[in-house]
C-alpha cells in the first residue's frame, strides 16, 4: 500500500458527522423522528446539543407537520427553552398514535356494567383503571387487562349514591362523585376496588343537584357546581370541609375547572365565571355565546378551551384577563361533552357519538375521527396516551399497542 493510500486511508476513517456541512447535517436530521433527535442525538455531543438547540429548526418541523396553521393558539407568556422541543415530539407521537388506519391503537369495551347513561368517567394509576359512574346509581372499578391479566377486573359499588352520577375527580388515590342526591362521596382506590370513605351532604347549602366536580391535587382542594346556581369549595384535611360557597351564575352550574388560582365555572345561563382563589372573589364573567350555552372546560396555564351546545370551540387568554381571544367550529354537529389539551392534541367529544383528535394548533387540524359504540358521547378521560369515553350503557378504551 502507498503511502497516498494510507493517508486517504487515515484521513476517510476520522471523518465523521460533524465534519458534514450543517446543511447536510439537517438534512440526515430530517429523515429522524423528533424524539430521537431530542432523546439521543443531541446528547452525543456538545456540537450536537448547539445544533439541535435552535428553535428554528423546531418550528420548521411543526410548520411542516401543520402547514397554514399557528402554533401555539396563543402567545407564550414566558420564555422556555424547552418548549419547541417538547412540543414538536408530542406533536410527532400524537400523530403517530392517531394514524387513520388504526395500526397503532387498541380498543377495549365494557359493556353492560352499568344500564344507565355513564355521565362520570376517570382514568387512573396511569390509565390502568377505569372507574365510571351512572345514573343507574352504580361506579364501576375497571381494571384494564395488561400481558399480564388478560381478563377484565370488575367491581360494581351498586347504590353508591341515591340519585343519578353526574361527574367524578380524584386527588391522588381518593376519587369524588358527585350526585343529585346532593352529595359528594369519596372513594378510596385500592388494588382489589372502591372503599367508600367520607360523605359531604350539602342538603343545608344547595337545594338541587350537584351537577359537577373537579379538584387542584397541588392544592389539595376540590370543587363542585349545582343546579340551583352555587358553586362549592372544599378542603377534605378540616374538620370543616365547605371553605367556601359563591353563586356566579343566573341558572345551573353544569362544568367546572380549576388551577392553584382560579376556578372557572360554566353556565346554562351563557356565561363562563372566573373566581381569583388567592381574593376570594369573582374576577369577572366572559359571555360565551348569544345563542348557545358552554358545556366543557379544559384549562391549561396559558390556554382556556371551552366547548359549547351548539358544537363551537372558544379560546380564553388567561394571560388578557380570560378574554375570548379565539373561536372555532369544532367539526362537531352537536354538543361537545368533553375536552382535552396537552401539548400534541386537542381532543373534543360530542353527542353526535363521535370524537375527534386534532392539532392544538390555530385553526385545529383533524388526526382523527373515532366513533362511539354506545351513542351519544356523555363524558370523556384522557392519561398517559388512553383514552376513554362512555356512552349510554358502555366505556371504550383506546391505548397504544404494546411496542408502539
Not at 31 to 54: G, M, P, Q, R, W
Not at 278 to 286: A, E, L, P, S
Not at 363 to 383: I, R
Request: charged share 20%.
Amino acid at each position: 500500500m502507498s503511502d497516498a493510500d494510507v493517508s486517504l486511508q487515515n484521513t476517510t476513517s476520522s471523518l465523521s458527522l460533524l465534519d458534514l456541512p450543517i446543511e447536510i447535517l439537517l438534512h440526515i436530521c430530517s429523515y429522524l423522528d423528533a424524539v430521537t433527535l431530542v432523546h439521543s442525538l443531541s446528547l452525543v455531543c456538545k456540537e450536537f446539543n448547539a445544533i439541535l438547540n435552535d428553535d428554528s429548526l423546531w418550528k420548521a418541523r411543526i410548520s411542516q407537520m401543520c402547514p397554514h396553521s399557528g402554533f401555539p393558539v396563543l402567545p407564550l407568556v414566558e420564555e422556555d427553552e424547552l418548549f419547541w422541543k417538547l412540543s414538536c415530539v408530542a406533536l410527532e407521537r400524537q400523530t403517530v398514535l392517531w394514524d387513520q388506519d388504526g395500526e397503532t391503537m387498541e380498543r377495549l369495551s365494557l359493556a353492560n356494567a352499568h344500564y344507565g347513561t355513564i355521565d362520570g368517567i376517570l382514568l387512573m394509576n396511569q390509565g390502568k383503571i377505569c372507574i365510571s359512574g351512572a345514573r343507574d346509581r352504580s361506579l364501576v372499578y375497571w381494571v384494564l387487562p395488561n400481558e399480564e391479566n388478560d381478563n377484565n377486573q370488575l367491581k360494581i359499588t351498586n347504590d353508591a349514591h341515591d340519585g343519578w352520577i353526574w361527574d367524578l375527580t380524584a386527588i391522588d388515590d381518593t376519587i369524588y362523585s358527585c350526585s343529585w342526591d346532593r352529595t359528594i362521596k369519596a372513594w378510596k382506590l385500592t388494588e382489589t376496588g372502591l372503599i367508600h370513605a367520607t360523605n359531604y351532604e350539602m342538603y343545608m347549602d344547595v337545594t338541587g343537584a350537584l351537577l359537577c366536580v373537579t379538584s387542584c391535587p397541588d392544592l389539595r382542594l376540590f370543587a363542585a357546581g349545582s343546579f340551583c346556581k352555587t358553586v362549592l369549595l372544599f378542603d377534605p384535611r378540616s374538620d370543616q370541609p365547605l371553605i367556601d360557597k359563591y353563586q356566579p351564575h343566573q341558572r345551573a352550574v353544569v362544568t367546572i375547572a380549576m388551577n392553584g388560582n382560579y376556578i372557572l365555572s360554566a353556565s346554562e345561563d351563557k356565561t363562563v365565571a372566573v373566581w381569583d382563589q388567592r381574593n376570594r372573589k369573582i374576577m369577572k364573567t366572559i359571555k360565551i355565546s348569544k345563542d348557545h350555552f358552554p358545556m366543557r372546560i379544559s384549562m391549561q396555564k396559558n390556554t382556556v378551551y371551552v366547548g359549547n351546545n351548539g358544537g363551537r370551540l372558544h379560546v380564553l387568554d388567561p394571560s388578557n384577563d380570560f378574554e375570548i381571544a379565539k373561536e372555532y367550529a369544532s367539526g362537531h354537529n352537536k354538543a361537545i361533552t368533553g375536552v382535552h389539551q396537552a401539548a400534541g392534541h386537542l381532543i373534543t367529544s360530542s353527542l353526535d357519538k363521535s370524537v375527534r383528535i386534532s392539532s392544538p394548533t390555530d385553526p385545529p387540524k383533524l388526526l382523527a375521527t373515532l366513533h362511539s359504540s354506545y351513542g351519544e358521547v356523555a363524558s370523556m378521560d384522557y392519561m398517559n396516551e388512553v383514552l376513554a369515553i362512555s356512552g349510554s350503557s358502555g366505556v371504550e378504551i383506546w391505548r397504544p399497542k404494546n411496542g408502539v
